[in-house]
């Protein structure tokens, strides 16, 4: 059984940086993407970058390029997103999510395993 659990949101001042680990477990890193997804208040959830099965990455958002990056470990199973420079509309709910795929990262409409999310704000 697939499961993705996340960790690491909170509040955080706008020019600060986050770092968000996703959990893995019931897949192997070297088979699945892994994508992170924000849903800000009162708007859909928009994918933000990925890292396919052969740990490169994929940006999914341009608001993020520059300032988010994406890691794994694969002997802890877990994946990271580094956000820095963070700005008060990067405030929402991050998900983690997962997709059996090949070697690029999936369509965000694709995935099919999903974390609970956690909750980051950026604000003064």
């Known amino acids: 059984q697939v499961q993705l659990v996340e960790s690491g949101g909170g509040l955080v001042q706008p020019g600060g940086s986050l770092r968000l680990s996703c959990a893995a477990s019931g897949l192997a890193l070297d088979r699945f993407a892994i994508g992170w997804f924000r849903q800000a208040p009162g708007k859909e959830r928009e994918g933000l970058i990925c890292i396919n099965r052969s740990g490169d990455y994929g940006v999914y958002a341009e608001s993020v390029r520059g300032r988010f990056t994406i890691s794994r470990d694969t002997a802890k199973n877990t994946v990271v997103l580094q956000m820095n420079s963070l700005k008060p509309e990067d405030t929402g709910v991050y998900y983690c999510?997962?997709?059996?795929?090949?070697?690029?990262?999936?369509?965000?409409?694709?995935?099919?395993?999903w974390g609970q999310g956690t909750q980051v704000t950026v604000s003064s």
């Open positions: 999510a997962a997709e059996s795929a090949g070697l690029r990262c999936p369509t965000t409409a694709s995935y099919t395993y």
